[in-house]
């Protein structure tokens, strides 16, 4: 049974999402509200985000800074706990209701992660760097490299294997990430400014990579972003404003760069 | 998950070695300190040691340790050999005696001329020496190991053995301490010293344990002692007894003391006396307590500090582990493991460092003795080194938020 406020909820979404292109729903996110601090310090980041996000395509989360794209990236990835009440229910799963060891557990086998700041490990050589996922899995050492080896080799990185993060440029250290985010097949990437450190160039061909490898039928690949140069990629476009999900519209991601002046561009500027 | 914690650990080559010599330090100084203080304590009782064949030793009730020379009349000899249990019993002195001796050495003329002679000086040297009085016909107490000359030769007339170590006192500048070359050595016998305006012949040179006063050790007989001593009234300082082979030394020095009212020990027990004298009544513990508790800190801070920042400098890849979903228990897992691979090879380090150090210095001045409890206890000062280290880490990196890794 609905109560009237979800049912009102459900309309919201559905009027958000602009129906027709989309497939199934990966991510069903209703009432999330997250406050950081308490008493004067108080800040709202997220205000009630009713939001879905489907299977099968990159959804880019665009808005100006500070509007909680990294907050609602991070619920929906189950490493920050919305406030109570909220529905965060990914591949089915309700992230929210988790509880330690469970979200931990669901994190490893279902969520890759690509961060602005790549975050691999120092010591590590791009193979072993993209193994860890597996590993972490308890996936034999021998075969995770293996797999490590083959994902890599597929993103153009196979002449890199052996080299450590700080032998690599930044671009090819964002392709390492990819690897690893991609290397245990999770149903869910997230990607966090993925392309805010890098030049022009490496920025578009991280991001053609992210579409061609990233993107499956049974996948959600989920990019935060205020890089207008990448719009393009996203199949489906949110923008935030002040801790909600403003406006949703569907588009056919392809790899031409956009017009100037396309509506989007606008919004990231706002 | 562990190899990943090792190539995290090694990947800071400076910061690894840091924690690993912090370690390194702390063992080193626990281990050589305690083995300089083991060393020293042995020395105290060195005499007690040195002296073999006899199970028990009687001495005046108010006897503490060793060097505590408190004389009694020659009368207790007989009432020990009295008590049932007892086999035999010879009396020891054991005192310090002045040694006199003569040398003669060329002087420079003066005012400095080639053609005026130079002059012949004698020069006396007086030096305290241990002396030591076996019984006379079984000489019970003799040392372990004679370098040069007979044992039975003390039985010639004013005969002595000294110690190899004490001919530096006797004898200083001809070397005859560092040398273990018995055709050397032999150069010093029928030398002559003299006691209490009595001549003494050296007959034999002997290896002796260092003393903890490093005063030379003179052995002779019994009767000669108290002849190398201004008379006492009281000369006999202990009385050295064998107890029945099926009786315990222990009840039979009980059985001493009550029919006495004299002070019976074995010998281990009087080691432990004279040990536990020194323990109570002088600062060496203390001293060596506050040497080792500073290596104990330093240490901790060294390897805790660098362990600590190394963790905190790793916080971020730990974040983003944890967002990966690696589980707060096996990322403590990988901490301990961290800090086992250093403590272990800081213990390994810190330790083979002290014995390289004691054996460098064997045979030197230093007092250096590494008993076995002395391995564990260094060991436990360094795993609580590395727990005080990793429950820092551990405590930041548990309540880490893995949100983190999406901050800048
Ligand atoms: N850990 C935190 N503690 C307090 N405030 C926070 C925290 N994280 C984010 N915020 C606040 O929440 C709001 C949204 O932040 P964020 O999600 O990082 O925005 P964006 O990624 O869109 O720039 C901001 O006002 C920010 O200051
Ligand atoms: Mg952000």
């Given at each position: 049974m609905l109560d009237s406020s979800t049912a009102e909820r459900e309309m919201v979404a559905g009027v958000l999402a602009e129906p027709g292109l989309e497939g199934e729903v990966a991510i069903r996110l209703r009432d999330v509200n997250k406050t950081f601090g308490t008493g004067e310090q108080t800040v709202l980041a997220l205000r009630g985000v009713d939001w879905d996000i489907y299977r099968g395509q990159l959804t880019m989360l665009v808005g100006p800074s500070g509007c909680g794209k990294t907050t609602l990236l991070s619920v929906v990835a189950g490493i920050l706990d919305c406030d109570r009440g909220g529905v965060v229910e990914v591949f089915g799963s309700d992230v929210a209701r988790m509880r330690g060891g469970a979200k931990t557990r669901f994190r490893m086998d279902n969520i890759g992660f690509v961060f602005q700041q790549y975050n691999l490990l120092p010591a590590l050589t791009a193979m072993e760097n993209a193994s860890v996922p597996l590993i972490i899995a308890g996936v034999p050492r021998p075969r995770a490299l293996e797999r490590a080896r083959e994902v890599l080799t597929s993103l153009g990185m196979g002449n890199r294997l052996g080299s450590l993060p700080s032998q690599l440029s930044g671009g090819q250290q964002q392709r390492v990430a990819i690897a690893r985010a991609l290397v245990h097949e999770p149903r869910l990437i997230v990607c966090d400014e993925p392309t805010a450190a890098l030049d022009h160039e490496s920025g578009q061909a991280v991001m053609r990579l992210m579409r061609d490898a990233a993107v499956k039928s049974d996948r959600s690949v989920l990019v935060v972003s205020h890089d207008s140069r990448v719009f393009h990629f996203a199949d489906r476009m949110a923008r935030m404003d002040d801790g909600r999900i403003v406006q949703v519209r569907s588009q056919v991601g392809s790899a031409q760069e956009p017009e100037a002046g396309d509506v989007w561009e606008a919004a990231a500027r706002a | 998950m562990n190899w990943i914690a090792l190539r995290m650990l090694t990947g800071d080559k400076a910061k690894f070695l840091g924690i690993v010599l912090g370690l390194t330090f702390a063992a080193m100084l626990i281990a050589q300190q305690g083995s300089i203080f083991c060393g020293l304590m042995l020395r105290t009782c060195a005499q007690i040691e040195d002296i073999t064949g006899a199970d028990l030793w009687v001495m005046?009730?108010?006897?503490?340790?060793?060097?505590?020379v408190k004389p009694m009349i020659e009368a207790n000899l007989y009432r020990v050999r009295g008590v049932e249990g007892v086999e035999w019993a010879v009396p020891l002195y054991k005192g310090q005696g002045r040694a006199k001796l003569t040398t003669w050495h060329w002087a420079e003329p003066r005012?400095?001329?080639?053609t005026s002679p130079r002059t012949k000086v004698q020069q006396e040297i007086i030096e305290q020496v241990v002396m030591l009085g076996l019984d006379d016909e079984t000489l019970v107490g003799l040392p372990r190991k004679l370098w040069v000359g007979d044992f039975r030769d003390l039985w010639r007339p004013d005969a002595i053995i000294v110690d190899r170590v004490g001919l530096r006192k006797l004898f200083p500048g001809q070397g005859g301490e560092s040398s273990t070359d018995p055709e050397f050595l032999k150069s010093f016998l029928g030398r002559e010293l003299e006691m209490n305006d009595r001549r003494a012949v050296i007959v034999g040179i002997c290896e002796a344990s260092r003393t903890f006063q490093t005063f030379p050790v003179v052995y002779t007989t019994y009767s000669r002692a108290k002849l190398f001593i201004p008379q006492e009234r009281k000369p006999m300082t202990f009385v050295l007894a064998k107890t029945k082979p099926n009786e315990s030394p222990e009840e039979v020095a009980q059985k001493i003391e009550q029919a006495t009212g004299l002070k019976a020990k074995t010998s281990k027990q009087f080691v432990w006396m004279t040990i536990n004298y020194y323990l109570k009544f002088t600062g060496i513990p203390i001293n060596f307590g506050i040497t080792v508790v500073l290596g104990f800190l330093v240490g901790t801070a060294i390897a805790g500090q660098t362990f600590y920042n190394f963790t905190l400098e790793n916080l971020k890849q730990f974040g983003a582990l944890k967002a990966m979903g690696l589980s707060n228990m096996r990322i403590v897992g990988m901490i301990l493991l961290q800090a086992a691979v250093t403590g272990l090879l800081g213990f390994g380090l810190g330790v083979g460092a002290a014995a390289w150090f004691g054996r460098a210095t064997q045979g030197g001045e230093l007092a250096f003795y590494t008993p076995w409890q002395l391995l564990p206890i260094t060991g436990a000062a360094i795993v609580l080194i590395c727990i005080l280290a990793s429950i820092l880490c551990v405590r930041r990196v548990v309540v880490l938020e893995p949100a983190i890794v999406f901050r800048g």
């Open positions: - | 005046d009730p108010n006897v503490s340790f060793v060097d505590d005012p400095k001329s080639p």
